[in-house]
Structures are given as structure tokens and as C-alpha cells.
């Protein structure tokens, strides 16, 4: 298998901007962090070129081995191409097993074919971060949050359902003042006008109307015609003392 099934050619086009900027945010900084804890761990040089010294996968597959002992149980020789990308291989699977999250780890093309040296770069780093929270000595990397887990006793967790949570509101500091029994009416009162509060329960409340200042003067029983009266139609004395028109009976 040769090496011109695996290498692209230059890149034109929206490709080649991706790349361009895809190497802009790699850091000489970081590179230089990440060589030397790699080869102080490892005890082997990379090389000139820090990518392609790790191409291959060999020094990759030493690296995790040190920070976890029998990680990869075998590390190819890198004689053909399909050896460097299962040396690879390996050591993405191994560092996911060690505790580096799916999203941060870069896929084998991204080093074999120098397609975004940048995701390898974040890799390393998250590596490194990890290590750091197992309690390595890497000079790199921020050292995760443990994780805290809580255990309460049976009894505790039955006690608390019976608690009303904050969720549910509180009654605390509440009363029945002002309350009245369910059906009843509830009056109003208002100081301005100077009346007295009511003492009980016969008293009409504002949310009823009011009859204050009302009378029955005018009314008449129920079923009888109320008759309405205009002086410039109608004769006085043609209505009797009961507000009837008796004009009709008097012609008869």
C-alpha cells in the first residue's frame, strides 16, 4: 500500500481556506508544552517536525501506556501505512477508555493526512488535563472538578417526602384572618365614607350593589299599569285617587 493512497494534494478553493484557518488557531506555544511533556514522559524524541513525529502512532501508543500501563497491548512497527493508522487507532481508543470525552479526541485522517493539526493539538491538551486530574505531573492542561456524589440514609430520604418542598409555595406566617366561611358573602368597608364596619352577616356588601337612599314611593303592586302623567294632555280631575282614568266609565 503506498503513501499516495493516504496523502492528498494541495488544496484550492473553499478547502484551502478552511485550512488556512483551521492553522491559524494552532499554537507554537502549546506545541512546545506538548513536546516537552511527551518526550519527558516517553523518554523518546520526536523530531524537528512534531506532527509528523507523531504520524506514525508509535510514540502516541507509548505516551497513554505511561500514563496508563497496559493501554495498548501492541504497538506496530511502523513498516506499511495500515500499520501507523492502527497504532493510531489504538491509542484514540485507549485515551477514550482513560477518561478524554468523545468530542474533544480527532480522528485518525486529522494526523495521517495532516488535514486539521489543530483538532490533534486540543486532543493532546484534553490528554494532558486529564492526566493532571489522576494526579500526574503534566505542566499543561487545567485539572478537572472531581465529581461529588452524595449518599443519604433510607430513613433521611423518607423523611423528606414528607416535607412540602419551596417548589410547592409555604403557608408559613398565614391565617384565617379576615377569612369567612365558604359561601358567605365578604363585605367591603370603606373608611372615606364614615360609615361603620358591619357586624354581621345581613349586610349587604358592595360586590351586591347597595340600596342606600332607596324607597318604595311611586311603586305599585305587582300586575297593576303604572300610568304616566303629563299636564299638557291630560285632565287632573279626570284621575281618581287611585291614579286611574275613569273618564271612559263617566261618558257611559
Given at each position: 500500500m503506498s503513501n499516495a493512497n493516504f496523502n492528498r494534494g494541495p488544496a484550492y478553493g473553499l478547502s484551502a481556506e478552511v485550512k488556512n484557518k483551521l492553522a491559524q488557531k494552532y499554537d507554537p506555544q502549546r506545541e512546545r508544552e506538548l513536546r516537552a511533556w511527551i518526550e519527558g514522559a516517553t523518554g523518546r524524541r520526536i523530531g524537528d517536525n512534531f506532527m509528523d513525529g507523531l504520524k506514525d502512532g508509535v510514540i502516541l501508543c507509548e505516551l497513554i501506556n505511561k500514563l496508563q500501563p497496559g493501554s495498548v497491548q501492541k504497538v506496530n512497527d511502523p513498516v506499511q501505512n495500515w500499520h501507523k493508522l492502527e497504532n493510531i487507532g489504538n491509542f484514540l481508543r485507549a485515551i477514550t477508555r482513560y477518561g478524554v470525552k468523545p468530542h474533544d479526541i480527532f480522528e485518525a485522517n486529522d494526523l495521517f493526512e495532516n488535514t486539521n493539526h489543530t483538532q490533534v493539538q486540543s486532543t493532546l491538551i484534553?490528554?494532558?488535563?486529564?492526566?493532571?486530574?489522576?494526579?500526574?505531573?503534566?505542566?499543561?492542561?487545567?485539572?478537572?472538578?472531581?465529581?461529588?456524589?452524595?449518599?443519604?440514609?433510607?430513613?433521611?430520604?423518607?423523611?423528606?417526602?414528607?416535607?412540602?418542598?419551596?417548589?410547592?409555595?409555604?403557608?408559613?406566617?398565614?391565617?384565617?384572618?379576615?377569612?369567612?366561611?365558604?359561601?358567605?358573602?365578604?363585605?367591603?368597608?370603606?373608611?372615606?365614607?364614615?360609615?361603620d364596619q358591619p357586624l354581621d352577616q345581613a349586610t349587604i356588601s358592595l360586590q351586591m350593589g347597595t340600596n342606600k337612599g332607596a324607597s318604595q314611593q311611586g311603586m305599585t303592586v305587582y300586575g297593576l299599569p303604572r300610568q304616566v302623567y303629563d299636564p299638557k294632555y291630560c285632565d287632573a280631575g279626570l284621575l281618581g285617587l287611585d291614579g286611574l282614568d275613569h273618564s271612559l266609565y263617566n261618558s257611559q
Open positions: 484534553a490528554l494532558a488535563s486529564q492526566a493532571k486530574t489522576k494526579g500526574n505531573n503534566v505542566g499543561l492542561g487545567v485539572k478537572y472538578a472531581e465529581k461529588q456524589q452524595r449518599r443519604f440514609h433510607p430513613e433521611k430520604l423518607r423523611e423528606g417526602r414528607n416535607i412540602i418542598g419551596l417548589q410547592m409555595g409555604t403557608n408559613k406566617f398565614a391565617s384565617q384572618q379576615g377569612m369567612t366561611a365558604y359561601g358567605t358573602r365578604r363585605h367591603l368597608y370603606d373608611p372615606k365614607l364614615g360609615t
